[in-house]
C-alpha cells in the first residue's frame, strides 16, 4: 500500500454526525420552509463543503467526481468522506487521468504529507491497472457533457434527493451539540449564502460598510507594521477583489481578520495555513483550511447575511457580531480596528 494512500485516508472531508448537525441548524432556523427546501439548503452546504476540497483540479471536473464521491460514501451508508474518496472518484475520470495528470498529482501533494513526483505516481498508475493514453485525449469527451444541461440538473438534483433521503434515514447519530461538533456560532457560517442573490446592492448596510475605493499604499503600510502576511499576494489583492464582487468596504473585511487573527503575523509558525482563513469561517482555519479567496467569499457572503433583518439605529458591529461569533465582545473589537485602520488610510 502506497503511503500517501494512508495519508489521504485519514484527512476527513466530512461525516455523517455534522451533516446532522447542519440539519438540525437549518431545520431549526428556516422553520417556515418546507422540506424539499431545507433539504434543497442542506444539499447544497454539504456539496460546498465537499467542492471546496478540490481546489487546484479543472472545475469542468468538479461536479463529476462530486457526485461519484457522494454515490460511493453517503449512499452506500459509509459514515464520512475523506480525501481518499474523493482520489478514488479521480482516478474514473478517464479525460482527467489523460489531460490533467500532472495537476491531480499536485493535489495530491497538497493534501499527503508524503509528496509523490510523475514517476511515483505514474508507476502507482500501473499498480491500479490504470493505463493512461494521452495520445487519444483528445478523442475522449469529458462525462460532464454526456448529459444535456436539463438532464444534468434532473440527475443531479436525484442524487441530492436520495442523498438527503439516506441521511435523513438514520437515527442512530450521537445527540451532539453544536459546540460538541464544532458547529456553534462561526461553525455554521456560510450556511445561509446559498440563497445570496449574484448582485449585491447591501442597502441593508449602513454606506460607510460597502464598497469604496481605499489607499492600497496605506493599507499595505498599516499591514507591514503588524508584520501580516496578508500584505503579500496572493492575499492583499484577494481580498481586495472580494470585497468589490460583494460590494463590501475592503476595510471591513480586514478588520474581522484583524480581530480574528491579529492580522496573521508572519511570525507565526502556522501563518501560511491561517492565512487560508483569516476569518475564521466554518469554525476555524483548522477545521476549515481553504483558501483566501473561498473563505473571504463566505465571509463576505455571512457579513450580508447577518446584516439583514438589523433594526433602525442599530450598530451594525454589534448587530453582525451577535452570530458571527461566540466573543460578545466581538462586534467592538471591530468596531475599534475598522475605524482605527479607516483613520489610518484616510
Known amino acids: 500500500m502506497n503511503s500517501f494512500e494512508e495519508n489521504l485516508k485519514y484527512i476527513k472531508v466530512i461525516d455523517k454526525n455534522q451533516v ?10 428556516y422553520k417556515d420552509n418546507s422540506k424539499v ?3 434543497k439548503l442542506l444539499s447544497n452546504t454539504v456539496n460546498h463543503i465537499i467542492y471546496s476540497k478540490l481546489e487546484g483540479l479543472p472545475n469542468e471536473f468538479k461536479q463529476s467526481i462530486k457526485v461519484d464521491t457522494l454515490k460511493n460514501t453517503f449512499m452506500q451508508n459509509k459514515d464520512l468522506i475523506t480525501i481518499f474518496d474523493m482520489f478514488n ?14 495537476n491531480l498529482k499536485a493535489w495530491i501533494n497538497s493534501y499527503s504529507n508524503i509528496k509523490i513526483n510523475s514517476e511515483e505516481f505514474y508507476n502507482y498508475l500501473s499498480t491500479r491497472n490504470i493505463t493512461l493514453d494521452n495520445t487519444a485525449a483528445s478523442s475522449i469527451v469529458n462525462e460532464t457533457t454526456t448529459f444535456t444541461k436539463y438532464k444534468k440538473h434532473i440527475y443531479i438534483t436525484a442524487v441530492s434527493i436520495i442523498l438527503i433521503t439516506s441521511l ?9 451539540t453544536f459546540s460538541e461538533i464544532g458547529y456553534e456560532s462561526r461553525g455554521i457560517l456560510g450556511i445561509d449564502n446559498i440563497r445570496t442573490s449574484s448582485k449585491f446592492p447591501n442597502l441593508h448596510l449602513p454606506v460607510y460598510m460597502r464598497y469604496r475605493s ?5 493599507l499595505k503600510n498599516f499591514l507591514d507594521k503588524r508584520n501580516s502576511l496578508l ?3 496572493p492575499y492583499f489583492s484577494t481580498i481586495i477583489n472580494t470585497s468589490k464582487e460583494f460590494n463590501l468596504n475592503p476595510v471591513l473585511l480586514f478588520a474581522i481578520t484583524g480581530q480574528e487573527q491579529n492580522f496573521v503575523p508572519k511570525t507565526d509558525p502556522t501563518a501560511s495555513k491561517i492565512a487560508n482563513n483569516p476569518f475564521n469561517v466554518y469554525h476555524s482555519w483548522q477545521e476549515y483550511n481553504t483558501n483566501i479567496k473561498d473563505s473571504s467569499q463566505i465571509a463576505s457572503r455571512t ?3 447577518l446584516a439583514k433583518g438589523m433594526p ?9 457580531g451577535r452570530q458571527y461569533a461566540e466573543d460578545k465582545n466581538w462586534g467592538n473589537g471591530i468596531e475599534s480596528i475598522f475605524n482605527e485602520l479607516s483613520s489610518y488610510i484616510k
Open 20 to 29: 446532522m448537525v447542519l440539519k438540525k441548524y437549518i431545520y431549526s432556523k
Open 89 to 102: 472518484s479521480c482516478l474514473k475520470n478517464k479525460n482527467l487521468l489523460n489531460n490533467f495528470t500532472e
Open 231 to 233: 500584505a503579500s499576494e
Open 312 to 320: 433602525k439605529n442599530s450598530n451594525p458591529f454589534l448587530w453582525i
Open 303 to 305: 457579513v450580508i447575511n
Open 37 to 39: 427546501e431545507n433539504a
Open 168 to 176: 435523513c434515514a438514520f437515527n442512530k447519530f450521537s445527540p451532539n
Open 214 to 218: 481605499i489607499n492600497k499604499t496605506k
